[in-house]
Nanobody
Framework: QVQLVESGGGLVQAGGSLRLSCAAS????????MSWYRQAPGKQRELVAT???????NYADSVKGRFTISRDNVKNTVYLDMNSLKPEDTAVYYC?????????WGQGAQVTVSS
C-alpha cells in the first residue's frame, strides 16, 4: 500500500505563489508517473500536471508557464510549485500515483486564491 500525504495548501492573493508537497510512503523513483489533479466546487476533477520517472512533464493548458511539477527522490516527495496564481486556480488539489495496478490519492489540499 502507498500513502500520499499532502501539505502546503492555503489562502493566497492573486498573483502570489504556493508550493504543494506530496510525501509518499514508498520511493517515488519506483512509481512511473505521479500527477496532481484539482477539483473546484461543482466541477469534475481535472488533471493539472504529470511527472514521469524519466523526467517527462505535462501540464494542463490553463497552468502552463505558471505551475511546475517536480520530484525529489531522496525525500520521496512530489511538488507542485504554483506561481502567478489566479482566482480560477481555487480548488482542492490531489496528489495521485498508480503502483502495482492500484490508484492512490492524497487527502487533498485546499488552495484558495483571492482577488
Amino acid at each position: 500500500q502507498v500513502q500520499l500525504v499532502e501539505s502546503g495548501g492555503g489562502l493566497v492573493q492573486a498573483g502570489g505563489s504556493l508550493r504543494l508537497s506530496c510525501a509518499a510512503s514508498i520511493s517515488v523513483f519506483s512509481i512511473n508517473a505521479m500527477s496532481w489533479y484539482r477539483q473546484a466546487p461543482g466541477k469534475q476533477r481535472e488533471l493539472v500536471a504529470t511527472h514521469t520517472s524519466a523526467g517527462y512533464t505535462n501540464y494542463a493548458d490553463s497552468v502552463k508557464g505558471r505551475f511546475t511539477i517536480s520530484r525529489d527522490n531522496v525525500k520521496n516527495t512530489v511538488y507542485l510549485d504554483m506561481n502567478s496564481l489566479k482566482p480560477e486556480d481555487t480548488a482542492v488539489y490531489y496528489c495521485y500515483a498508480a503502483w502495482r495496478g492500484v490508484a492512490y490519492w492524497g487527502q487533498g489540499a485546499q488552495v484558495t486564491v483571492s482577488s
